[in-house]
């Protein structure tokens, strides 16, 4: 009796798995958090380690109460299984394990947390999803997240903001961008569900299906919903490979299915082609401008910023050279933005990619070629189960073959696309469920694994209804669970604390367009987001994102007390100032050290000490050079840097290293104004006017390149030029350029500002920027 109530409460724990499955796909999509440097993966992924600890705690208190682990695998499992092994190990020894772990700043969709999480998740769910009433039911919950999911996308391609609905961080809402990420990922959520939905009609239409209730109609809406948004972001090249590739895919296997199949009528082929058809000729118009411009008008796709196969190649390639063990294993899990930052040409070193131009070269930088063999392996599986079930084809088969086709499908997009969390989870969920698909069909194909284990309770002794040992147990996985969320908890919290002073940023960037706010003004704005980001950081201090955000603004607010002090001379406001410039010190700081690989966290902390400087704290020149040469260790062609460096030794009177670090800025790019100027006062101190005036003469090539002759510093070049040589200054004609120039790729102007950095923008006034 006591392994019978066992069982039953085996098959309660079951059935709530499958409830909190079923949830994790619906809300799945649209579980975002819109940070402007990550839209779609933190929010997701803290939705999948929520619900997979749900369905592994309950699956662990299931074998408790149960005594037995059943669990279907086939051949397959194993290289998942050596997978998530290679993976582990480049972890275990990655340079910066906190990275591998978490992800880059912390994001967690790409670090082994993250996609360790969704393997568990697709495993476990083979032992609560077994029958083909189980798998619609599944099939039908995602249908829902992907008909809430595209409708919401289709909206914000249309110019609208869902999170307008939300005041507090409306503002960080994106038009012409989809709810789940990038256009191209939508292509393939949309090609997904579509094919989920065709094979569903199929399923219905099998004979042995008469006791499932028929929801044909539901997956027609499906299918509608999803190809309208499909070919709304048809017009993005991208997206639109995905979806040439996704046809190609579709219809090569239905015409094998039509020579193997002789007893479907010339009807039924023409019906099964209708739709890929459909999408591919509404997918070309889409490439005519005159049918986007009916739909969209003068709205746009927003489209990230991707880098190209060369570069991505180039990256990937000269990261594995760096050691045997990065060639074997890779750099570690989300590694690819490390190695671009130490590797990426001069003319990026402005921009920064956390991922190549596809999945395959991203996780060879991460992973190594032990992780490419696995993958390769893997899709050598897949594509032999296609093989097989398209030779030993039958009519009563065909479902197989399909859900075989869309893991193809899936797996292929890898070598086109980089995966986010979302497509991630998607393929290793359909290959659990082509898994489950084929215990259904073919059995013999499927072996059951069953371990017995020691059932908690059923003893002969117990005379007690209730065990005392499984309810130990339980209590203590509940306990443990509990713990889990409230972790998972604290880091929402903190992250939408993050979401609240992004949002105030950019609320108060509009506000003061025209004006500059009062410093009363300035101090209430700096205070609201040190509450907030303090906030942020109180509920994880582990994310050296956040640990960098405070000490930002910790040296903001210490800014403006100082300008306080100066005018009341208060003891309290500077007391207040110098905790804040420990702080931003300390958390700049552990930044760095939670994260030791990322260069943002070293130039972060390069700003946090010319800022401090910049309000007269001189005394802290020499470690600010010293915390320069750490940022430049890391990123050796950041031109900003050099340029910083010589303006302190420019302040220190070291005139021979503040040359050698400029001229170092301008060996990296030409064209740099500042360091342009202070190189030419530097010549002109050590008395060597003409090369001061070789400098000079540069400088004045470069503004007028970028038209800007009618700047102050344009008229007071011309000036200094005048007063050292004598004689009057002509304009450059076109094409006489004086010296050497790089073009900036990005086309923007060349006068910029750094971040937290008083830039040199007086001829006459170089040593007063760093006092």
């Known amino acids: 009796m006591a392994l019978d109530k066992n069982n039953d409460i085996g098959r309660i724990i079951s059935v709530i798995q499958k409830i909190f499955l079923y949830v994790l796909v619906v809300i799945l999509p ?18 999948i380690l929520l619900f997979t600890l749900f369905i592994l705690g309950l699956e662990l208190i299931k074998i408790i109460w149960t005594g037995k682990i059943v669990f279907i695998k086939r051949d397959i499992d194993f290289v998942l299984f050596v997978l998530l092994i290679s993976l582990v190990l480049t972890t275990i020894f990655a340079s910066d394990t906190n990275l591998s772990l978490f992800g880059y700043n912390y994001r967690l969709s790409s670090g082994l947390i993250g996609i360790s999480s969704i393997f568990f998740v697709a495993f476990i769910s083979r032992s609560f999803v077994s029958s083909k009433k189980d798998l619609l039911g599944l099939l039908n919950a995602f249908f829902a997240g992907s008909i ?29 961008y989809p709810i789940v990420g990038a256009p191209v990922v939508l292509a393939i959520y949309n090609s997904v569900s579509i094919f989920l939905a065709y094979i569903t009609l199929n399923i219905f239409s099998e004979k042995d299906s008469s006791k499932i209730n028929d929801s044909s109609w539901f997956s027609i809406v499906v299918i509608l919903v999803n190809i309208a948004s499909l070919l709304m972001v048809a017009v993005n090249p991208s997206a639109f490979y995905i979806i040439i590739l996704f046809l190609a895919v579709w219809v090569l296997s239905l015409i094998v299915i039509f020579f193997k199949d002789s007893k479907m009528s010339p009807k039924a082929k023409i019906m099964q082609l209708v739709i890929p058809v459909l999408i591919l000729i509404i997918s070309i118009l889409m490439q005519v401008e005159s049918v986007r411009g009916l739909i969209f008008g003068d709205k746009e796709i927003i489209t990230p910023l991707k880098l190209s196969l060369n570069f991505s190649w180039q990256i990937a390639s000269q990261s594995l050279t760096t050691s045997l063990r990065s060639a074997i294993i890779g750099l570690g899990l989300d590694n690819f933005g490390v190695a671009f930052t130490a590797l990426k040409p001069i003319e990026l070193v402005n921009v920064n990619f956390l991922s190549a131009y596809n999945e395959v070269l ?15 392996i893997l899709g050598w599986y897949i594509l032999r189960d296609l093989v097989k079930d398209l030779k030993d084809y039958k009519s009563q088969d065909r479902t197989l073959v399909l859900f075989d086709i869309l893991v193809l499908f899936v797996y292929l997009t890898s070598f086109l696309t980089t995966y986010t969390v979302l497509i991630r989870f998607l393929l290793f969920l359909l290959i659990s469920l082509a898994v489950i698909l084929r215990k259904i069909y073919k059995e013999d ?194 031109y900003q840097n050099y340029y910083n460096k010589a303006q302190l030794y420019y302040y220190l009177q070291n005139y021979d290293l503040a040359l050698e670090s400029s001229n170092q800025a301008l060996a990296i790019k030409g064209d740099y104004v500042e360091a342009l100027i202070l190189s030419a006062n530097i010549y002109g101190i050590q008395g060597k006017t003409e090369t001061q005036l070789n400098y000079l003469e540069a400088l004045k090539t470069v503004l007028e390149n970028n038209d800007l002759e009618e700047s102050d510093l344009y008229n007071q070049l011309i000036e200094q030029i005048e007063s050292i040589s004598g004689e009057p200054v002509e304009a450059t004609t076109e094409g006489d350029t004086g010296a050497e120039t790089q073009e900036n790729e990005a086309g923007a102007e060349l006068v910029e500002e750094t971040d937290n950095t008083e830039i040199v923008t007086d001829i006459e006034d170089v040593p007063e920027t760093v006092q």
């Open 362 to 376: 991203t996780f060879l930088s991460n992973g190594g070629f032990l992780w490419l063999v696995i993958w390769l």
């Open 148 to 176: 809430l999911a595209s409708s919401i996308s289709v909206i914000t391609l249309l110019g609208g903001n869902i999170f307008e609905l939300v005041p507090k961080i409306s503002n960080l809402g994106i038009t012409g």
């Open 30 to 47: 649209v579980s975002i958090l819109p940070f402007p440097w990550d839209y779609t993966e933190k929010g997701m992924t803290l939705v």
């Open 445 to 638: 194909q499927v072996d059951t694994v069953l371990f017995k284990v020691w059932a908690m309770g059923t003893s002969k002794q117990e005379d007690k209804d209730t065990a005392v040992t499984p309810i130990f147990f339980s209590v203590l996985i509940s306990i443990v669970m509990l713990l889990g969320v409230v972790r998972l908890g604290r880091i929402t919290l903190s992250s939408l604390y993050l979401l609240r002073a992004e949002s105030y940023i950019i609320e108060q960037n509009a506000k003061y367009t025209e004006e500059s706010p009062t410093i009363d003004e300035q101090e209430a704005i700096v205070s609201n987001l040190y509450r907030w980001y303090q906030t942020a950081l109180n509920y994880d201090k582990n994310n050296p994102l956040t640990n960098r955000k405070f000490s930002t603004v910790a040296v903001d607010r210490l800014s403006i007390l100082m300008r306080m002090y100066e005018d009341s001379e208060d003891e309290d406001i500077l007391n207040d100032a110098v905790n804040l410039r420990s702080q931003a010190f300390e958390y700049s700081r552990n930044a760095i050290n939670l994260s030791p690989s990322l260069f943002s966290n070293y130039n972060n902390r390069v700003q946090v000490y010319f800022s401090v400087i910049n309000m007269g704290y001189t005394e802290y020149v020499r470690d600010a050079i010293a915390v320069i040469n750490e940022a430049l260790a890391k990123n050796p062609y950041d």
